[in-house]
């Protein structure tokens, strides 16, 4: 699920979507998104037989996302 609003809807994550890695790292150990504000997490994710990249920064306030 995508929840309206976040981070991952702005900067283009869908419901179905794979994560793969964070930062390089298996997205399943939670030292992975271990961070403070203005950290870069740079999201690997499948979408069907797609692999794409998606970095958010972490932020207190309005997130800043972008697909790469």
């Known amino acids: ?5 976040s981070q991952a809807e ?3 994550l869908q ?4 994560i793969l890695m964070i930062n390089g ?4 150990d939670p030292e992975t998104l271990a961070g403070r504000p203005g ?3 740079v999201y690997r994710i ?3 037989t797609t692999v ?4 958010l ?12």
């Open 25 to 28: 790292a298996d997205s399943r």
């Open 57 to 68: 920064t972490s932020t207190a306030g309005p997130a800043a996302a972008q697909h790469r």
């Open 1 to 5: 699920t995508v929840d309206p609003g």
């Open 15 to 18: 419901a179905g979507d794979v």
């Open 39 to 41: 950290k870069v997490f």
């Open 10 to 12: 702005r900067v283009g």
């Open 52 to 55: 794409r990249e998606y970095s």
């Open 46 to 48: 499948r979408r069907g």
